[in-house]
C-alpha cells in the first residue's frame, strides 16, 4: 500500500509528483484495512478550498499528534504521516489517540512548494504563521494553521510530533528569536529526543542553537500557548528523497515517533512561560531550509 503511495511521488528522474488525492485516497484504504482501530476525520477547508483530512488511531484518553508537511516541497515529511499511520493503525498505542495529518499545505504539496497560497499573488509560510511571545506580525494568515491549532485545543493534545526535511536532528524548544532558549522542561525534553532518535541516530539538541531561529513555528507555539511535549523532526538529508530514502526514513523515524508519545508525560506542561527576551537581530543571521 505504502510502497505505491512512495512510487507515485518521484518520476524515474526522482521529480516529485506530488498528489493530494493520492493521499487521501491511501488514507481511505488504511481505514478500510483497519475499520476497528481508525477513523476518517476532516480539519475542514484551506484556503485552497480543499479539506484537510486525516486519520485518528485508537481510543485511549492520551491524545497525540502527528503533522506532516506544513512546507509542500516537504513530501518526505508526507511519507512518514503515512508510514505512521499504516503501523499504528495496525497496531494502535495502548491507552493513546493517535491524530495524523498527513498534509496541512495542500496547495504547496500539490505543487511542490514551500509555501502556502492563500489567494491572489499572496502567499504564506505556515511554519511561521503560529502566535509566540517573539512574533511582531499577524498570525493565522492560513486557515490551515488555525483550523489546527484549534484542532489541537479541542481535543486535548498532550504530545505532538511535527515532520520536517532535510536536517536529521529531533529538536525541542526554543526555536524562535531569543539568546533565552532553555525552558523548564528542558530535561524531560532532551529525554524524549533521545527516546525518539534511537533508530535514526539523529543528532538531538534545542531547535534554535542546532537549527536557526524561526518566529512563528508550530512546535514553539503547541509548547508555549499549551504546555504540549512538542518535538519536531527534521529527518533525512535531501527535500527531494528517493523512493528507497523514503522507506527508510519510515523505518527509522516511526519507531522512535511511537516511542516518544508512549515515553511523553501524561498530561501537559504545567509551567511553560517564556519568560525571556527575545532578540530579533538573531533572525538576520539565519537561512530557511
Given at each position: 500500500m505504502l510502497e505505491l503511495l512512495f512510487s507515485l511521488f518521484v518520476s524515474p528522474s526522482n521529480a516529485p509528483v506530488t498528489n493530494y488525492a493520492t493521499v487521501i485516497q491511501t488514507l481511505q484504504q488504511i481505514q478500510q484495512a483497519n475499520p476497528t482501530t481508525t477513523?476518517?476525520?476532516?480539519?475542514?477547508?484551506?484556503?485552497?478550498?480543499?479539506?484537510i483530512v486525516g486519520i485518528k488511531i485508537g481510543d485511549g484518553e492520551r491524545a497525540n499528534l502527528i503533522v506532516g508537511t506544513h512546507h509542500g516541497n516537504e513530501y518526505g515529511s508526507t511519507a512518514v504521516a503515512m508510514g505512521a499511520a499504516d503501523a499504528f493503525a495496525k497496531n494502535p498505542i495502548k491507552g493513546h489517540t493517535v491524530y495524523i495529518i498527513p498534509v496541512l499545505n495542500i496547495p504547496g504539496f500539490n505543487s511542490r512548494s514551500r509555501y502556502e497560497r492563500i489567494g491572489g499573488m499572496n502567499s504564506v509560510d505556515q511554519n511561521?504563521?503560529?502566535p509566540g511571545p517573539c512574533i511582531t506580525s499577524k498570525p493565522f494568515k492560513s486557515k490551515a494553521t488555525k483550523a489546527l491549532a484549534d484542532f489541537i485545543d479541542q481535543k486535548n493534545i498532550i504530545s505532538s510530533a511535527t515532520l520536517h526535511t532535510h536536517w536529521?536532528?529531533?529538536?525541542?524548544?526554543?526555536?524562535?528569536?531569543?539568546?533565552?532558549?532553555?525552558?523548564?522542561?528542558?530535561?524531560?525534553?532532551?529525554?524524549?529526543?533521545?527516546?525518539a532518535a534511537v533508530e535514526s541516530g539523529y543528532d538531538v539538541g534545542n531547535s534554535k542553537d542546532m537549527l536557526y531561529a524561526a518566529d512563528g513555528a508550530f512546535e514553539d507555539y503547541a509548547y508555549w500557548k499549551h504546555g504540549i511535549w512538542s518535538l519536531l523532526f527534521e529527518m533525512g538529508t535531501t527535500h527531494?528523497?528517493?523512493?528507497t530514502q523514503?522507506?527508510?526514513?519510515v523505518s527509522v523515524n516511526v519507531p522512535g515517533i511511537r516511542r516518544f508519545f508512549e515515553n511523553a508525560?501524561?498530561?501537559?506542561?504545567?509551567?511553560?512561560?517564556?519568560t525571556g527576551k527575545c532578540d530579533r537581530s538573531i533572525m538576520?543571521?539565519?537561512h530557511l531550509e
Open positions: 477513523q476518517l476525520i476532516d480539519l475542514g477547508p484551506s484556503d485552497s478550498g480543499q479539506n511561521r504563521d503560529y536529521p536532528a529531533v529538536l525541542y524548544p526554543w526555536g524562535f528569536s531569543t539568546r533565552d532558549v532553555m525552558t523548564k522542561d528542558d530535561s524531560t525534553f532532551i529525554q524524549l529526543s533521545k527516546d527531494n528523497p528517493s523512493e523514503m522507506a527508510q526514513m508525560p501524561k498530561e501537559r506542561a504545567k509551567d511553560h512561560a517564556f538576520q543571521r539565519t
